[in-house]
């Protein structure tokens, strides 16, 4: 069980906050999109994505660029988030930020939470693609839907900001509560930050809300 439902946090001050601590994330992208690219290893059905993933690992990003473009060009989500990841980080391939966000578009259409996520944030910054930060939240919102843990903290900084959907303080909150209980550490510092600007109604109702929607949406390891 995460902090929020064991102990509500307070006190966190400086109106800059949670913009700040976001945009350090955002800073941190690039420098991380390797690693991401080379953790991504959930089973898939094409040895050639197996082999993507040996090469990766072994930091012959060029190999593993050979063993997935193919698989991104027929549709392969993984392979496609994957190849995004290194246009947007320049490793093996040129950097290509418009080449990463149509990368990760693929990856999104093919279902992929990952994928939903990478492309609602490239929505979200402008990264490569016209900012469009309603269609942004719906991408977003469908990355949270598969309990992909970052997700569910950008749903929340997006309901805090008004970015792409109306404020919504005591949604931010359960958003929050919902991404630490999933394990996302930027999720607990955000929601004493927002709790600080509730009132105790408010703070039960978004612990209520949120633990409603765990209730009715569980995670699959869970089910």
Request: net charge negative; hydrophobic share 50%.
């Amino acid at each position: 069980m995460g902090g929020f439902l064991r102990f509500w946090g307070w006190g966190v001050g400086g109106g800059g906050f949670l913009r700040g601590m976001v945009c350090g994330y955002r800073l941190r992208m690039k420098a991380l999109a390797v690693l991401a690219a080379v953790l991504v290893v959930v089973p898939a059905a094409a040895a050639d994505f197996e082999a993507g993933l040996t090469a990766a690992r072994a930091g012959d990003f060029k190999g593993a660029y050979a063993e997935w473009k193919p698989l991104a060009d027929a549709g392969h989500a993984r392979a496609a988030l994957n190849l995004g990841q290194m246009y947007e980080a320049g490793e093996g391939v040129a950097l290509d930020l418009g080449e990463a966000a149509r990368l990760f578009r693929v990856a999104a259409d093919g279902g992929l939470g990952q994928g939903q996520l990478a492309w609602g944030m490239a929505l979200q910054t402008g990264q490569g693609v016209a900012r469009d930060k309603a269609e942004a939240f719906r991408w977003l919102m469908k990355a949270a839907e598969q309990h992909v843990p970052e997700a569910t903290y950008q749903v929340g900084y997006a309901y805090h900001e008004g970015e792409g959907v109306e404020p919504d303080m005591v949604e931010a909150m359960k958003w929050f509560i919902i991404a630490d209980e999933y394990g996302w550490r930027e999720a607990y510092p955000a929601g004493t930050y927002t709790a600080d600007r509730l009132d105790p109604d408010q703070l039960i109702l978004a612990s209520q809300n949120a633990m409603a929607w765990m209730a009715k949406h569980p995670r699959p390891e869970m089910r």
